[in-house]
């Protein structure tokens, strides 16, 4: 009977030890991943814009002092303000260089003697104010009796008031023939408050690219 309940007891014993320590530890979990932090969004490109082209004078496509703007880089642009209207001699009504010459003549008997009997040297000639560019003031048209040449500014450095016209005026520079494209002739219409439509065809005209000019009672 002792026997019996010591081999219980041993066995009882061995449960309990198996059961308290002996039973082999849970498996060990993965070590939880750490957490992601979002990246920050990135900023968005802005929109590329095409860049704008450079906006264009009107009427460009006929102006008379294309050459003086090319020569300046300026690629045929026609701003209408390459110069100044103010008096650059300190001399009142005076726009320009000043004069060089000191004889001064009557632009008719010049201009009525013919293209091919026009002075080959600068002139210092003396009219009236038909016309003026009402633009910017960069070019006139002087006449004297039944005769008339569209004055010019020497590479456009200088402009004079738009409301001269019919004042008397001092010119000097020199004289030629010009023929003026159709573009042109439409271009000097529209300056002068005309309508370009009305023109057509080319025109030849005797011009007069002055150095200087004086206008009397500016």
């Not at 004078?57 to 294309?66: L, P, V």
Request: overall charge negative.
């Amino acid at each position: 009977m002792h026997v019996r309940h010591a081999i219980l007891a041993s066995l009882l014993g061995c449960t309990v030890v198996a059961c308290q320590g002996g039973a082999a530890a849970p498996a060990a979990q993965p070590a939880a991943e750490p957490a992601k932090v979002a990246e920050p969004a990135k900023a968005a490109e802005p929109a590329k814009v095409a860049a704008a082209a450079p906006e264009k004078h009107e009427g460009e496509e006929g102006c008379i002092y294309a050459d003086a703007h090319k020569k300046e880089g300026d690629e045929a642009d026609c701003p209408h303000g390459g110069g100044h209207d103010t008096p650059s001699t300190g001399e009142p009504g005076h726009f320009g260089a000043a004069f060089a010459l000191k004889e001064t003549r009557a632009l008719g008997p010049i201009l009525a003697a013919g293209k091919d009997a026009l002075p080959k040297d600068a002139v210092q000639v003396s009219g009236t104010v038909d016309s003026v560019c009402q633009k910017k003031g960069c070019w006139m048209v002087v006449k004297d009796g039944d005769q008339e040449a569209r004055i010019l500014m020497k590479d456009h450095s200088f402009t004079v008031p738009m409301d001269t016209k019919g004042k008397p005026v001092v010119v000097e520079g020199t004289l030629e023939a010009r023929t003026f494209t159709e573009a042109q002739v439409k271009h000097l219409e529209k300056d002068a408050g005309k309508d370009p439509a009305a023109a057509a065809g080319e025109r030849t005209e005797y011009v007069l690219t002055a150095s200087g000019v004086k206008i009397q009672n500016s």
